[in-house]
């Protein structure tokens, strides 16, 4: 396994672990919290009870130093033999319940503890029970500190745990994926010999076919020639997509590519093709150059699947547009053409591999823009497509650019530029 690789399964091992110790975490957490909710609660209603039994009978169960029982009746208060603790009894509630003879119940933290208060009418006197819950409370912080321990321990090793057991799950699964890789690359490298001498013999056959006059079987040599170079682009499209899932997102920064020039260069090979098939082809690129990061083949690649795929499905006397600029840091590339265009709900399924889109006729996608997408994906870019039916298609490639944007007024000049055309055929 290479050291990117390893890197990569080393922080998926440590991301499983705190997952699963988050997850432990917060279950814990559930628990406790649904622990002391039950407890409180129970507290409150055994201590409301005691209070009211200590209203109704004069004395309360629970211990001396924690319940007093005191009696008004107007103008004397009577209590017991245990001494109340400081601002106790609350006279202002005592004289409130005997004007109003409605049962008061209130909570006075005092003295470094909660004190709980019954204030109630019997016959001609008021009496008031008073409950000290020091003990309760102390109850409640040694469950919260004994739940946070056993939350502690438990995140503790269920970290360890999930690390554990990412190990076991994610390391085989790395090996498999990078032997995956292995092999594409390699069976793509052991592909591209064979049938690039089969494509070089057809076209050998073919030329002294149309040489010596024998055009009996040119026909078939045209699609074995046809053939072989789809079996290469394939090939190149494997390669490619393997060279490109082995490199790390986090990999060292790629030279910088010339996109200026690419594109120039790209689009002059096209010229003879669009001329061919009607189609007017038009450039429009800055005068400095525009480098971007990246494998310079792969960029290549790019731009001539999307001429290639623009030229396809647009008719004789069409036209293509092709531009270049910079925007927000970034080099965006937009080619658009007059051909047959597609569905713009179907524009996201279109980077989808072998994609045929409904009402598309004999227009599928393939592997070559799924590839794309993977490509610009890989530089840290975003390919979109617009298109509506018979209307025409547009793909737009923003790649963050190694410069500053170009000043306002140069980008101005550069958008107000008059399309070059590089290729013109008869418009329809």
Wanted: hydrophobic share 40%; with cysteine.
């Amino acid at each position: 396994m290479e050291p990117a690789e390893k890197a990569i399964v080393r922080r998926t091992r440590l991301r499983i672990g705190l997952f699963v110790g988050l997850t432990i975490g917060a279950l814990l957490l559930l628990a406790g919290s649904i622990s002391y909710a039950v407890l409180v609660r129970s507290q409150e209603a055994q201590i409301q009870r005691e209070l009211k039994w200590g209203t109704e009978h004069g004395t309360i169960a629970g211990p001396p130093a924690c319940s007093w029982i005191f009696q008004y009746d107007g103008t004397t208060v009577r209590t017991g033999t245990n001494p109340p603790p400081p601002g106790f009894p609350l006279r202002d509630a005592l004289d409130t319940v005997a004007a109003t003879r409605t049962t008061e119940i209130t909570t006075v933290a005092r003295n470094g503890t909660t004190y709980h208060v019954r204030t109630e009418a019997r016959g001609d006197a008021v009496v008031q029970a008073v409950f000290d819950a020091r003990f309760q409370l102390s109850d409640r912080r040694h469950l919260l500190l004994a739940f946070s321990l056993a939350a502690a321990v438990g995140l503790l090793a269920a970290m360890l745990t999930g690390v554990l057991v990412g190990r076991r799950a994610v390391a085989p699964l790395a090996e498999a994926l990078t032997r995956q890789r292995r092999f594409v690359a390699d069976a793509s490298h052991e592909l591209r010999t064979p049938i690039a001498q089969v494509h070089t013999r057809a076209q050998l056959i073919a030329r002294r076919a149309r040489h010596d006059g024998a055009v009996t079987n040119l026909d078939d040599l045209e699609r074995l020639i046809g053939t072989t170079r789809r079996l290469g682009e394939i090939v190149d499209d494997l390669l490619l997509s393997a060279r490109l899932a082995a490199a790390p997102a986090d990999r060292a920064p790629d030279p910088p590519v010339e996109l200026t020039s690419l594109i120039g260069s790209t689009v002059a090979a096209e010229t003879e093709r669009a001329a061919e098939r009607q189609v007017n082809l038009a450039l429009v690129i800055p005068d400095d150059p525009l480098p971007v990061p990246g494998v310079e083949s792969a960029l290549r690649r790019v731009v001539g699947e999307l001429l290639a795929n623009a030229l396809a499905h647009t008719p004789a006397g069409g036209r293509i547009d092709v531009t270049l600029r910079a925007v927000d840091n970034c080099a965006e590339l937009v080619i658009a053409d007059t051909g047959e265009g597609f569905d713009q709900a179907d524009a996201r399924r279109i980077f989808d591999r072998f994609h045929r889109g409904p009402g598309s006729g004999d227009r599928r996608f393939g592997l070559g823009l799924a590839l794309l997408q993977e490509v610009v994906t890989s530089h840290h870019g975003t390919i979109t497509a617009e298109g509506h039916p018979a209307r025409g298609a547009r793909f737009t490639v923003r790649l963050p650019t190694t410069r500053s944007p170009i000043t306002t007024t140069r980008a101005a000049r550069l958008r107000n530029r008059r399309p070059r055309p590089l290729g013109a055929g008869t418009k329809s």
